[in-house]
């Protein structure tokens, strides 16, 4: 493999706290109900995030702006809370002396540079791609950018992913899918990946 890929939320930092709040304080003002389950949030949570905002019938555009609203109050309130996993700057270091990686995110990229250098992670990365670059995953667009910016073939590439949308982008794209149980999407929601992993540090092990 030349060149690894990460998802950034779920797989980079944990920001599930915070999305869990965020969505259950949008239910509140819109009078939506939902469980304040773990379990709950992660089989409603879609890596397009319009698609989350499909099942919850978040569709009217009035809706829809009060909901952004709320997510940007939030960023103000809670973004202290995502954090990178604790094993993640290590394994970043070690894999980044051997292969090229970078992110492919559906969030925005003003966001992903801020966090990664705030917590001294851009060092070890060699591109970012977010929202704001192409379609949003699960199409294939923004890994398929990623690799034709190295010359890289799908055959030298594996993605890292931790819903299933990763997994239907990566496999779209011709790479390797690894899905990580520890981020958003419940392990049966991931089988569809090449491999499956619980911790970061198992990625040592598989480059």
């Given at each position: 493999m030349k060149l690894i890929m990460f998802d950034y939320d779920g797989v980079i930092v944990d920001s599930f706290r915070f999305l869990k709040k965020t969505y259950l304080r949008i239910g509140e003002v819109l009078n939506i109900k939902m469980s304040d389950k773990d379990e709950y949030f992660r089989e409603l949570l879609e890596l397009d995030w319009r698609e989350t905002y499909r099942k919850l019938d978040i569709l009217a555009k009035d809706k829809v702006n009060i909901s952004e609203f709320i997510f940007h109050h939030s960023n103000h309130k809670y973004s202290h809370e995502i954090l990178p996993y604790e094993e993640i700057p290590a394994v970043l270091k070690e894999l980044s002396k051997?292969?090229?990686?970078?992110?492919?995110?559906?969030?925005?990229?003003?966001?992903?540079?801020?966090?990664?250098?705030?917590?001294?992670?851009?060092?070890?990365?060699?591109?970012?791609?977010?929202?704001d670059d192409g379609e949003l995953k699960p199409h294939p667009d923004l890994l398929m950018k990623c690799m034709a910016r190295f010359k890289v073939e799908p055959k030298d590439a594996a993605f890292i992913g931790d819903m299933d949308g990763d997994i239907m982008a990566g496999k779209a794209a011709g790479v390797k899918t690894i899905a990580v149980t520890y981020g958003y999407h419940l392990k049966h929601r991931l089988e569809d990946a090449d491999v499956i992993i619980d911790n970061p540090t198992e990625l040592l092990k598989i480059f």
């Open positions: 051997t292969h090229k990686l970078a992110i492919v995110s559906n969030n925005f990229k003003k966001e992903l540079e801020y966090r990664l250098k705030k917590y001294d992670l851009m060092q070890y990365l060699s591109a970012i791609y977010s929202c």
